[in-house]
């Protein structure tokens, strides 16, 4: 099947350097503004601020939790940072770092627009039990090509209960459209690196997520796993597995998908009719995840004032 | 979301009975021959023949594995025997049982028209490690209702190893119809019995099937998994599982597709289009099952003049 070279980026001789000498984003807890302050400014940084720094500390995880997170980030800035606006034209600083009244729940959000947008993001939230971290990586792509969208998120529920979900999110029914499936999925290393994951890390289980509506999201290799490391309650299992075998998979995943879906595009589209049907089924997918995922937890977590602020914007970005 | 009452048989006054002085269809090999003639015909099913005994006998299945697929198909008599039409309206004897040269392959088919149809069937698989028991019953609706099908069936790979698939098959594409999903999914018993199974038999496991377009028919409530007993090579708790605990939820999910998809019809669809994607839809799922389950194995095990005269009946009630 004929394969599109969709254009990539809408702005692509935006200047990203000129955003290198914007003020630090105020970013309210001492913690982190000691972190940053600390921080000493790479060239590479200087040259590309594409998000704020409160995204990229990660300042609660496991090191290997960090390391893959800004490994994720830097293989995207590396291959698509011409097709991509910082994420400061996007999210407000307010945004860009934000916390409840006492500290314990926190999260930062970046979006950068271009292909159509990446949006990452880290959460920190408050349960009884303790917290619970969770990082986020989602490409989505216009609707100008049909490639499945990228979705990455590891929850550290504990430090021995992780939930890991790693796709190419399908943009077309498959059972309608074989050929689809068979370009995007069964023509590529994702099974097998679905299968690799199963075979490698034996705490890993098939989760089911409470959603009837989520499981029919996810694609037929998309990773959905539980992990329960039994590991007299310490962590070194679970940095194992995230440095040894989340991370190879994840970066692996992340290439194929930018190499088959943002550089090669989709797969030969019909007229507007079918663009119509691809935009109602990405708006779907956007609102039903803004609704199962943050509708109800974020005023619990941050109060509704830092609620609306924050799913204000993603929802102005998911264009609903 | 509003239902329709679909009318649902074209042929309510078609006389059964009168098909109950038909000959006995041959069957070819000795046992089953000699099984058939100890059979005493008992009132019922001199009143209503809908298959021949070669299905019914079950030769090759334990005792609860057989008990389960009479019990299955005496509550579709039951409940639809006015809606369907006998199998010998559509199965010939020469393919209502059939067997490879040797005897070590058998097959038994039964097809009853009607509702749009539904299909029954056993096969028994030589293979170099041993026989191979396959039980199907899936029950197919016209395109005038978009309720879900049903498909169940029951591999028994040996003594001690199963794979077992339980689900209502959806019609349309759930991320697109939200509503669609609530109305036989959401709202109903069937995430809970997936759920019973998982906790009640320890030893079942998510099964991935090597076909990606397969895991992206079933639906989200959907059971597919492998079960592996270690009992010291007995089929005693293989036995224990079919009889304890997958007949209770096959029997409820099946009452399910009944009571919500044969009788109360579908959602409110819309024209000639939406129908027409249906039928489409429709018979995507069936070519694929037939390409996927049969069209190389029947060949191989049967040979090709008794896989062709097979596949031949299937594919014209499927419309192929």
């Known amino acids: ?49 594409m998000r704020g720094r409160a995204l990229m500390e990660f300042p609660h995880l496991l090191a290997p939790h960090k390391d893959l997170m800004v490994g994720l980030i830097s293989a995207l800035d590396k291959r698509l940072h011409r097709h991509l606006l910082p994420s400061s034209a996007t999210v407000p600083p307010e945004a860009e770092y934000y916390q409840n009244q006492s500290g314990a729940s926190q999260g930062s959000l970046c979006i950068n627009r271009g292909i159509d947008f990446i949006l990452a993001s880290w959460l920190r939230l408050s349960s009884p039990t303790g917290a619970m971290n969770i990082t986020n990586i989602q490409g989505y792509l216009k609707s100008s090509t049909d490639a499945p969208h990228f979705q990455f998120e590891l929850v550290q529920c504990s430090p021995t209960y992780f939930i890991f979900f790693l796709d190419l999110i399908p943009r077309k029914d498959l ?111 956007k609102s039903r995840a803004i609704e199962m995922d943050l509708s109800s937890s974020m005023p619990i977590q941050f109060g509704q004032e830092v609620a609306d602020r924050v799913l204000g914007i993603i929802r102005g970005v998911f264009r609903l």
């Open 1 to 49: 099947m004929g394969r599109m070279i969709l254009p990539l980026c809408p702005h692509p001789h935006v200047s990203l350097s000129s955003y290198s000498t914007l003020p630090l984003k105020q970013i309210s807890i001492r913690k982190i503004r000691n972190s940053v302050r600390a921080l000493s400014i790479t060239p590479f940084e200087m040259e590309q601020p």
């Open 175 to 285: 059972v309608l459209n074989p050929d689809y499936l068979k370009t995007f999925y069964e023509d590529s290393q994702l099974e097998a690196l679905r299968k690799q994951l199963g075979t490698q890390v034996l705490e890993a289980k098939p989760y089911f997520s409470s959603s009837l509506y989520f499981r029919n999201v996810v694609s037929p290799t998309g990773i959905v796993v539980s992990i329960t490391c039994e590991d007299g309650g310490t962590a070194g299992r679970a940095e194992e597995i995230i440095r040894d075998n989340i991370e190879p998979i994840a970066n692996e995943v992340l290439e194929i998908w930018m190499d088959s879906c943002v550089c090669k595009g989709g797969t030969t589209t019909a007229g507007e009719n079918e663009r119509d049907q691809l935009e109602k089924r990405d708006r779907m997918i």
